[in-house]
């Protein structure tokens, strides 16, 4: 059984710097690619960030060159730098990968708030 576990949430300031964790179980991560979304309050999940099994990154406009995508495949986790935290980046953040169109795994989300 597949299982996502995110940790590394939490309050910081503007300006501020987080590292997100998401552990996988059940797969290995470097099989597949490898996505971090975010929810906002009464917004819809939007994509954040990707790595590919090669490791080729990709990141949305919103975060590009303040966010970094990691994985270390020895301990099949993968990572969310995320450096000069704004007040919009405020949302639960949700690890996700897919082992094929209808195998698709979520995590359970950590909740990053940016607030002074």
């Known amino acids: 059984q597949v299982q996502l576990v995110e940790s590394g949430g939490g309050l910081v300031q503007p300006g501020g710097s987080l590292r997100l964790s998401c552990a996988a179980s059940?797969?290995?991560?470097?099989?597949?690619?490898n996505r971090w979304y975010r929810q906002a309050p009464g917004k819809q999940r939007e994509w954040v960030a990707t790595?590919?099994?090669?490791?080729?990154?990709d990141y949305a406009d919103s975060v590009k060159g303040r966010f970094t995508i990691s994985r270390d495949n020895a301990k099949n986790v993968v990572y969310l730098q995320m450096n000069s935290l704004k007040p919009e980046d405020t949302a639960v953040y949700y690890c996700?990968?897919?082992?094929?169109?209808?195998?698709?795994?979520w995590g359970q989300g950590t909740q990053v708030t940016v607030s002074s």
């Open positions: 059940g797969t290995l991560f470097s099989r597949n690619s």
């Open positions: 996700h990968t897919r082992l094929s169109p209808s195998s698709i795994y």
């Open positions: 790595i590919t099994s090669v490791g080729s990154t």
